[in-house]
């Protein structure tokens, strides 16, 4: 009964940077881990940047240095900004929240996700 909504994708020159936004509506009580997975066509969905509600964050190897995610639980939101953009960022970028840590991602899907948003970074 949770549904997240992203919103902040476009098209952007390599270099460039983005920022996602992940609002979380109906029954949003005891939400915990909150974050974003992205895929590409013809591969896998994988985990780009997670926060759990008391702030620990983890970054994929691939983003590291370049993104950086946060939340704000007043607003049942999450971020994630992007920075020095590359074109093999493109995909489309799914927002997930969870009632259990984005810890525990690695090995199993979030409770719920968002629709998706577009990311295109030219060359």
């Known amino acids: 009964q949770v549904q997240p909504v992203e919103s902040g994708g476009g098209l952007v020159q390599a270099g460039g940077s983005l920022r996602l936004s992940c609002a979380a509506s109906g029954s949003i009580f005891n939400i915990n881990g909150m974050g974003w997975h992205r895929q590409a066509p013809g591969k896998q969905r994988e985990l780009v940047a997670g926060i759990s509600s008391d702030g620990r964050a983890n970054y994929a190897d691939f983003v590291k240095g370049r993104f950086t995610i946060s939340r704000d639980n007043s607003k049942n939101s999450v971020y994630l900004q992007m920075n020095s953009l590359k074109p093999e960022d493109t995909a489309v970028y799914y927002c997930?929240?969870?009632?259990?840590?984005?810890?525990?991602?690695?090995?199993?899907?979030?409770?719920?996700w968002g629709q998706g948003t577009q990311v295109t970074v030219s060359s």
């Open positions: 997930a929240t969870d009632t259990y840590p984005c810890s525990t991602w690695s090995t199993r899907d979030p409770d719920y």
